[in-house]
């Protein structure tokens, strides 16, 4: 497979963008996950705090994902110097 060759500038701006987003993306899903299981505890019903749980970690590994592709953008900056 080939890898996409991308310049310092562009990859400076994958990095920031890919790092913000999944900043945001595992908070989001880590409030989630938190709230998910507030929802188990008041009797809600299960299906609700199961999709609530489901969800969250969705979000979270998307999250994660997506800093791991801005420490690769960030590693690719390094490398070009």
């Known amino acids: 497979m080939k890898k996409k060759c991308y310049t310092k500038e562009q990859l400076q701006k994958r990095y920031w963008w890919y ?6 993306l595992l908070g ?3 409030s989630a996950l938190v709230e998910s299981g507030f929802l ?10 199961i999709a609530a749980g489901t969800l ?12 791991f ?3 690769a953008c960030k590693q690719g900056m390094s490398n070009s110097k």
């Not at 188990?40 to 609700?48: F, N």
């Not at 969250?56 to 800093?67: A, H, Q, R, V």
Request: charged content about 10%; proline content about 3%; cysteine-free.
């Open 19 to 24: 790092g913000g987003i999944g900043t945001a």
């Open 28 to 30: 989001i899903g880590l």
């Open 40 to 49: 188990k505890h008041s009797q809600a019903e299960p299906w609700q705090w």
């Open 56 to 67: 969250s970690l969705i979000l979270i590994m998307t999250g994660i994902n997506f800093l």
């Open 69 to 71: 592709e801005s420490f």
